[in-house]
């Protein structure tokens, strides 16, 4: 398998050397050259399988030109259950008639990022050994992406993250959670400002070609296609549960539906590849919250990204965008994989400030099977309570958007899968508020507020910076 730009200007690569990319070399996104076919009986073979041996399945497909031992191996690292609460890694249950949860947030990070960042960071980690290289990873964090990152990337060979955070704006347990890693090769650094501050600092050591050449500097945000490819493997694992119930013979053409709480369009662009593949997916439905710029997409047909100002601040904070960086990829695919048509829908955005793809329209649910919906504060809490309320279970907010939007969606007959991208630990206010239950920490993550933390204070200042980073960044 190899991959090419969604603009058409990059000579096909294999999968390790595009792990290491961010944007395609001509400004595209990466996608596979043809989308691997995988039939019901080849689905079905793997019922038995842990999540691990799932993974090195679904894997195999895209990662081509990494043997396979070494690909099972890097899965079982990844997946472990040492890593994960859930003995299952990714547990499967009933939230109510109709309506599955599946748990993707019972990694370290108790957050559904978990789940493609421990891959990533295996195989990162296999490739740059593999061609003797390093990789410094800058980012900069309001909370919840960078600490998925640093726990992933911890300790790894070759690998030094050097994360950029706004002094005194994160949460008690987001400090605690990333500012007590011990690893040599996790810089924490505190910027003196606001978390626009630290990514226009990421921008510009970014955009500086020859000092990112020469510190290897790298990102591995949401847009890096070992996170897509790594996020496939559970719609296949959550259907495999949902089905396990039905009658083999009724297996086959078992069609769910699947609810995704979204924001840059990551992870339920992974469930459009699985279904592209022929996994047996009825509808994939966006969740959205007040930031409704995909919403307006899927009912429209008309993309209109939104300028930082009407980007709203809300009680579901991950999915708080004003552009999905992994839209392009998907639209691609809408505009039948020509990079012709791609390119003059991107000159249509930069020229007009918005794609006008409503001829489309009908074709994203018939063909491809999207819909969507938004929630508010007032919902998301109504939510949460009513979840209580029911059954017992608390959910976070991004879940609750999920939920909220997969209630509108469910249709007779047809199991409904939220994906669980949270868990309510990380949101007790709108927990109190919704339910007044007081959440602490979860069990085995008691006492992390009170480790010693580690960090490096520093002013809004780029040569500070630089010095720093050339100071400390990992060399081969
Ligand atoms: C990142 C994140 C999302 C949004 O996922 P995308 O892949 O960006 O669509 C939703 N919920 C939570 C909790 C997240 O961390």
């Known amino acids: 398998m190899k991959y090419i730009s969604t603009r058409g200007g990059m000579a096909p690569a294999p999968y390790s050397a595009i792990l290491l990319e961010g944007l395609a070399t001509d400004g595209g996104l990466v996608v596979p050259e043809t989308v691997p076919q995988v039939d019901s009986e080849q689905i079905e073979s793997w019922r038995s399988l842990t999540y691990p041996e799932l993974a090195t399945e679904v894997l195999s497909f895209y990662a081509t030109d990494i043997p396979r031992d070494d690909l099972a191996r890097m899965c079982a690292a990844a997946y472990a ?33 978990d789940m493609a960042m421990q891959f990533l960071g295996q195989s990162l980690e296999y490739v740059l050994a593999r061609s003797d290289r390093a990789l410094n990873i800058i980012g900069a964090t309001s909370g919840d992406t960078g600490s998925a990152a640093e726990y992933a990337l911890r300790g790894k060979a070759g690998i030094g993250v050097f994360m950029m955070s706004p002094q005194g704006r994160m949460s008690d347990f987001q400090r605690a959670q990333m500012y007590s890693l011990t690893d040599d090769n996790i810089h924490n650094i505190a910027i003196d400002g606001v978390f626009d501050d630290c990514q226009n600092l990421v921008k510009a050591l970014s955009s500086d070609l020859e000092f990112k050449r020469a510190h290897e500097l790298g990102t591995v945000n949401s847009i890096n296609l070992g996170r897509i490819s790594a996020q496939m493997v559970y719609y296949f694992w959550a259907w495999l549960r949902a089905t396990d ?29 699985a279904k592209a593949m022929g996994l047996p997916i009825r509808r994939l439905v966006l969740a959205a919250n007040e930031n409704n710029v995909l919403d307006e997409f899927f009912r429209t047909g008309i993309y209109a990204p939104r300028s930082a100002a009407d980007t709203h601040a809300t009680s579901s904070p991950s999915m708080d965008i004003s552009k999905a960086s992994n839209l392009e990829r998907f639209i691609f695919d809408l505009l039948g994989r020509d990079p012709e048509r791609l390119a003059a829908a991107w000159r249509e955005l930069d020229e007009t400030g918005r794609i006008d793809l409503s001829a489309e329209l009908p074709r994203l649910e018939t063909e491809f099977g999207f ?6 504060h007032a919902d998301r809490v109504a939510t949460i309570r009513s979840v209580y309320e029911a059954s017992g279970t608390l ?18 007959g047809v199991l409904m899968l939220v994906l669980e991208t949270a868990k309510p630990e990380k949101f007790p206010e709108i927990v109190l508020e919704a339910t007044g239950q007081r959440i602490g920490m979860p069990e085995h993550l008691a006492g992390l507020l009170d480790l010693p933390q580690h960090v490096t204070e520093m002013n809004d200042d780029e040569a500070q910076l630089r010095a720093f980073i050339a100071q400390h960044a990992v060399q081969r």
């Open 81 to 113: 259950p040492a890593g994960f609460v859930a003995e299952e890694i990714v547990p499967v249950t009933e939230l109510e008639d109709g309506i599955l949860l599946v748990g993707l947030s019972e990694g370290p990070t108790l957050a559904f990022k």
């Open 395 to 412: 959910i976070d907010p991004h879940t609750a958007d999920g939920v909220k939007v997969a209630r509108e969606h469910v249709e007779a």
């Open 371 to 376: 819909q969507s919906g938004t929630s508010t």
């Open 245 to 273: 119930a039905v009658a083999e013979g009724d297996r086959a053409a078992f069609e769910v539906s699947v609810t995704v709480p979204s924001g840059n369009f990551g992870n339920i662009l992974s469930g459009h590849l």
